[in-house]
């Protein structure tokens, strides 16, 4: 019996000691195809900026619980609730996936956890699935449209054909694509759905090549998007069509290599090499993990320490008083200036485009973006009247 | 699309006919792409086919191997300047071995007990090795170079079609070809075939059958990871690469018929194409046309089209 209980307490340290601890959760994709674009790395990052708030809040040790929700929208729910039920989970940063996202903002209005949204980034998370827990951190299809889109549509490439991941993010991120590109006088082709994690992508892109579009929209991320570019370079695609990224991460380009990502637009967040604030975190995480983080492995990062400081300042952890504090204050850190929080759950700041150096233009390690636009973040995320987030109509 | 080079003459009459509302050079180049990513679902399929039919293990480790195989020759090839039609016959060689040691150690004691043993095993191990690398390498991937010779791409008029592809088919199909004839036209594939059906028998001739069994599940295990190396220039070499194939590779040999080496080759090749022609028609549902031929046949012909009642 006692050891039952020495087992138990193992198992589940945070039931005995509830109350005298703050606790922060992490569901994100810890083994599938977006593991490496938060993953271990967030992980890591938010246990940065805990040890760097120094450990504790309002007297209260801070702890830290991660989770694998396996892409898999079902357990990244239950997960969560259980954590809100038997851990008295206090906030939960959540990693990729928008389908996993969008079923867990549900809960985060059911058990009022704040919610930091991070690796997804499907819009509807701040429109029609807002909830008045939810922040979305990092980045949105909003965002992403309103960079790479606008930009290649600016410079001449007025025809797309879309390569869309067939769920939530996909769809979102060519929806906002095709508004952005409609309003600068492009328009859409056509578009394949490709289902997640597909083997092979030379049959849809042949489609693509088919359709006479001159640019190759590939709505997808991480492994389904190096191999969407690997086999549209093999098949000689990229020769007649400009492919345009509407999401890829560094871990991305690090492993596709310059000689197959040179040239390639696209919109981030955040970049190592953008200033010496950055460079400073970079460094201290390359120490850790032996590589640059990911724009959402910084916002694991800042999205903690964005938490922490508003429960510092609303001298409580009541889920209400803290998104209360949390919508009034400005984040000033590495990962933005003068970012702020909207009422309907964005977080507001600088997005930028770039384009990815060729070989000769990289000098060291990692020296792979150049910048090529920095956006303002209304002119990235779009005025809040844009928003169908029903919580905006209450007021 | 052909107006940048001369089209081909048979394609120049029929360049402006559409059959089914398709235009004939999209049939044409998916037909291409479908025998292409069938000749993997046949190279992938027989090894399964060759252990399950001599050995009765149902290899859910397959994958993993593929993997392996991969991910052996993009390490000889960053370590050690290792080039590719080396690896391709060394990681093989070295996969090979390690599926040799895994018989030996684990599947031998597994094949008097009901095959779901076998199964569950070797599923268990392809999570393990997946495990092992994303810890190893991470879970986007690594890239493998094509080799120099089979760089570049041919115009043949309704698509681009880069060489190493071509290289795919040839050697994939070579390979099967090959394992058909080692096992049904030789006297080596006699002893096999009949120390599956009477080991006891094959044993007092004077056959070694243990050894036999355990070089058998080796050369398969090695299929799989020549495969891999195929296929290593061509896609992201990650811990996944395995378990999204091997899915499809199994309903292949259950719709070829367990265990037979001529259904598993001709049922890849097929499904290669039809899952092609899927990804035009109706592209949403080309992750799971397999299964439902899969289930169609199953009701139909329970042994598969090739297999034995």
New interface residues.
Partial sequence: MALASAVAALLNPMASQAGNEVVIGDIDDM???????I?AGGIEAAKMAIADFGGTVLGKKIVFISADHQNKPDIGSSKFREWADKNELNMLLGGSNTGVSIAMAKVAAEKKVPFMAIGAAGASLTNQDCTPYTVHYAYDTTSLANGTASVITQNGGKSWYFLTA?YAFGTQLQDAATKVLTANGGKSIGS????L????F???L??A??S?AQVLGLSNA??DF??SL??AN????TKTMKPAALLAFI??I????LQ?AQGLYLTTGWYWDLNPETRAFGKRYFEKMK?EPTMNQAAYYSATLTYLNAVKAANTTDPDKVMEQLRKIKINDMFAKGGYIREDGVMVHDMYVMQVKTPAESKYPWDYYKVVKKMSGEEAFGPLSDSTCPLLKKK | ?VSRCVSPFFLRQHAMSDIFGI?T??IL??LL??L??GSFYAMLSLGLAVIFGLLGVVNFAHGAFYMLGAYAAWFLWGRFGVNYWVALLLAPLVVGILGVGLERTFLKHLYKIDPLYGLLLTFGLSLIA??VL?ELF??????YP?PDLLKG?LDVGF??L?I??VWVIVASLSVCFLTWYLIECTRLGANLRAATENPKLVQAFGINVPRMVMLTYGAGVALAAFAGVLSAP???V?P??GS??VI?VFAVVVIGGMGSILGAILSGLSLGVIE?FT??LY??A??IVVFVIMAVVLCWRPSGFFGKD
């Fill in positions: 083994a599938g195809l977006y593991a490496d674009v993953g067939d394949v759905r490709v289902p994690s597909a083997s092979d030379s049959s849809f042949l489609q090549k088919g006479g991480g492994t190096t191999n690997k086999a093999e098949f000689g695609i871990s991305d690090h492993s596709l290599g197959t590589k | 699309m235009p050079q999209v180049g998916q792409l479908g292409l990513n997946e495990g994303r991470g879970s986007s991937g690594q890239s094509v791409a698509m681009i880069p190493y592809r061509i896609i992201q990650s996944l690469m999204s194939l499809v092609g990804k035009v592209p949403e080309s992750n």
